[in-house]
């Protein structure tokens, strides 16, 4: 059920994150995929409850400790793809927002 269950504390320590400064600029604090990884743990019991937000926050913390691996090519459930388009929403708003952030330090 979650991807990283088995993932070990010492490789998430081994894998270097790129681009903390950025990271840390836009959102106040750097990426630790240990507390995210501990966080998902919390979540989901110890890895053993499905909860939506976990899962989701495991499937992308596997795609970052993995990132040539590619998921299967089936179509996504309905909630998948609602919360894919979540996502990306998401993401288009913090780009908007640093892009504010950035004008507004300009003048």
Do not use: C, H
């Amino acid at each position: 059920m979650y991807k990283t269950a088995n993932v070990t504390r010492k490789e998430l320590e081994s894998i270097s994150i790129k681009n903390q400064s950025e990271i840390l600029r836009l959102m106040g604090s750097k990426l630790s995929l240990i507390s995210a990884w501990e966080q998902i743990g919390r979540l989901s019991n110890n890895f053993k409850k499905k909860v939506a937000e976990a899962l989701e926050a495991d499937s992308l913390l596997y795609a970052i400790i993995n990132p040539n691996k590619k998921g299967k090519s089936k179509k996504g459930t309905k909630v998948q793809i609602e919360y894919e388009n979540y996502e990306r929403e998401r993401a288009r708003k913090i780009k908007i927002l640093a892009l504010q952030l950035e004008m507004e330090t300009a003048i």
